[in-house]
């Protein structure tokens, strides 16, 4: 299997070959299929992991050696590895074709976006592979690098460079918080192989180091307060880029999360707080922000602020299983996580791929012009509804299965000792539990406003939408959605493999009570049976229909039209109607403590429309021109907390110590000299006092 994990690194390295040398002909479809190639090699490579063959290849002394006399270990991957290449390159295989099509109805693109995307891909298998830690950072550095690529991919277009610059920040202050935390784990155990890191003694190094470490990963994954530039950078990355980013590449975080948990085991209990608190605190700041943006692409990306939350909380309950010295708490809080990654993996890549149908078609991604353009995209619109489903937990998506999960974890408070334990999971726990509230209203929105509207707008011009491979995409990208809940016995068995290298699969295989029936873990708590709902589900939905026509005989299929109702009004339609605004507006009073919600009522001018025709008044038209109608415009807008209190005064302080600094830069060659000595006298002084 080694040969087939080579052939997917390479096939995505001749991807982004292609991007220079193919031209335009290449740019503008093949190029993503060999991507698409690629990813398959390395799923099913990550498969063959799963079953306990060890996959490696031996690329060591390719990129040099990070330490004379030890050479790099090369990429290998277990069980855990062979989890996440499953789920990150099973989701870019179809993503990758519906790109494929994307590209060819919308032309080659400047900005080598097939480059990106295969860097990033590329980059995502060396993380999940590597078996050193200077492997490790280069392909971290190569994926940072790679989403700046992506969000600067249409720069020429308003506030693209901004956001690849926040995105590239975040990035670069991810690295290093992993490259310190890998250089004090290297210092420790005299060695650069992740592996070694298990045998560092406790103490305050590695307690800082496994700090640093979950740190790197929560900016990379989006946690509060990391998260300001992950709706920027999605928002910012054309078409199918988003999905690549947000339903493949962030895996990344969590695989490194997962990483460190089995290598370095319990962590301090404030860390463990920390981490509960911030992944409820994200998830419910992230749905918030979500149910009232009014720009396709920013409610999905802040909902990726939400799922962050509740995968990140879910370790957290594994962390705190872990301090206490309880597998089986470890093992719900694991399970649960992992289900939610799936169930996020999924349903953001058929999102972004479905929103980027909608966008192609209407010419922006705003929910406005997006009324109804489902109905002349119903491919994109119907993989909307679908993962709208998903994310919101309803049966019998991925979604609902996940966030059981979940929910069952934190109402395991009762079986932690320390009072401390309990109050962190019973408030991730009602953090949670109002999320997924929340989390309905905002994909009501969407479904109802966008794919269910029924409007009298009109629709002009053919849509650019995706060609049959994009539709079989978001086709497939839908059953996973639907159908990986009906086999989830089978999920958790798999699961349980990947989790092998953390805890023993026996442990995680206690959430079956029966072949068929589930609970979370603990025996005697909970069941729930997502197969069985499978068919529960279109069983009463037909006793239903039986009983109506039973009950109205052929009046059943009699048509009867009548006006929708929409609050309370009857024949209220255009302009008049409801509108994706008018629908958050509500959420946005109820979250203004959360959102710090601005509201603001404006009166202003406006010209009259003048005389009616036949009014027979023409002598009054110059007097009624110079005359001003007051009208009442209605403004509301929500403040993103974190950046408005916590970066912009730290930004106001850098710019001050920077214009300070600025005054050094004198241009005289003896005042540089004279700093030079000033500072060589520090440093020796320095010395001297440490030795």
Not at 32 to 49: D, E, I, K, P, Q
Request: with cysteine; charged share 15%.
């Amino acid at each position: 299997m080694s040969g087939l994990f080579a052939a997917g690194l390479i096939l995505l390295a001749v991807a982004a070959a292609a991007d220079f040398l193919g031209g335009q002909v290449m740019r503008a479809g093949p190029l993503y299929l060999l991507g698409a190639a690629g990813s398959g090699c390395l799923a099913t490579a990550g498969g063959f992991a799963l079953t306990g063959r060890l996959v490696t290849l031996n690329v060591a002394g390719w990129l040099g050696d990070p330490v004379p006399g030890q050479r790099a270990a090369g990429l290998a991957a277990d069980r855990l590895s062979g989890l996440f290449l499953v789920m990150a390159f099973g989701a870019a295989l179809p993503v990758s074709v519906a790109f494929a099509s994307w590209a060819r109805r919308q032309g080659a693109r400047p900005g080598r976006l097939g480059a990106s995307y295969a860097l990033a891909l590329g980059a995502v298998a060396v993380i999940m592979t590597a078996r050193d830690a200077f492997t490790a950072l280069f392909g971290w550095e190569s994926l940072t690098a790679a989403f700046y690529l992506l969000a600067g991919g249409d720069r020429h277009r308003r506030d693209r460079a901004g956001a690849a610059q926040i995105t590239f920040a975040f990035g670069k202050l991810s690295g290093a918080a992993l490259l310190i935390g890998l250089l004090l784990l290297a210092t420790r155990s005299h060695s650069l192989l992740l592996t070694s890191f298990a045998h560092v003694p406790g103490g305050a190094a590695r307690t800082a180091a496994q700090t640093l470490l979950l740190a790197g990963f929560a900016i990379k994954a989006g946690l509060v307060p990391f998260q300001i530039w992950l709706p920027r950078g999605y928002a910012a990355a054309p078409g199918p880029a988003r999905a690549i980013m947000a339903g493949v590449c962030v895996n990344v975080a969590f695989y490194g999360m997962w990483r460190t948990l089995a290598l370095l085991g319990r962590v301090p209990g404030w860390l463990v707080g920390a981490v509960l608190v911030l992944g409820a605190l994200s998830a419910l700041l992230g749905i918030a922000h979500a149910a009232v943006q009014n720009r396709l692409s920013r409610v999905i990306a802040y909902s990726s602020i939400e799922n962050t939350g509740l995968i990140v909380t879910g370790f957290g309950v594994a962390l705190t299983g872990a301090a206490v010295g309880d597998r089986s708490l470890i093992a719900v809080g694991l399970l649960a996580a992992t289900l939610q990654m799936v169930a996020h993996t999924a349903a953001k890549s058929l999102l972004f791929t479905s929103g980027a149908g909608l966008e192609a078609g209407a010419g922006g991604d705003d929910l406005e012009q997006l009324r109804v353009r489902a109905r002349r995209t119903p491919w994109s619109g119907f993989g909307l509804v679908v993962g709208s489903v998903t994310l919101a937990g309803l049966p019998p998506s991925v979604g609902f299965v996940s966030e059981w999960f979940l929910l069952e974890s934190l109402m395991q408070q009762f079986r932690v000792p320390g009072l401390g334990y309990r109050l962190a999971l019973a408030l991730a726990g009602a953090a949670v539990a109002l999320t997924a509230g929340f989390a309905g209203v905002t994909f009501v929105r969407l479904v109802g406003l966008v794919v269910k509207r029924n409007g009298t707008e009109p629709v002009r011009g053919a849509p650019l939408t995706y060609g049959w491979a994009g539709r079989a995409a978001v086709v497939v990208l839908s059953v996973c959605c639907l159908a990986i809940s009906a086999v989830t016995p089978l999920e958790i068995r798999v699961i349980a493999a990947g989790l092998s290298p953390v805890l023993p699969s026996g442990v995680v295989m206690g959430a079956l009570k029966s072949p068929w029936v589930l609970q979370p873990v603990f025996a005697g708590f909970s069941i729930l049976s997502p197969s069985w709902l499978w068919l529960e589900m279109p069983v009463m939905l037909l006793l239903v229909m039986l009983f109506a026509w039973a009950v109205s005989g052929r009046r059943l299929l009699k048509v009867r039209r009548v006006p929708a109702w929409r609050s309370a009004t009857i024949g209220v339609d255009g302009l008049d109607s409801y509108t994706a605004f008018g629908y958050a507006n509500p959420t946005r009073r109820v979250l203004a403590g959360v959102l710090h919600t601005r509201a603001e009522v404006q009166e202003i001018m406006l010209e009259p429309d003048g005389p009616d025709e036949g009014t027979g008044a023409p002598d009054r038209a110059e007097d009624a021109e110079r005359e001003q109608v007051a009208h009442l415009r209605y403004d509301s807008d929500v403040m993103e907390v974190v950046e408005a209190y916590l970066y912009r005064p730290m930004l106001r302080s850098f710019l001050a110590v920077v214009a300070v600094a600025k005054r050094l830069q004198s241009g005289r060659l003896d005042a540089y000299l004279l700093y030079m000595l000033i500072a060589l006298v520090a440093l020796i002084a320095v010395v001297t006092a440490l030795a």
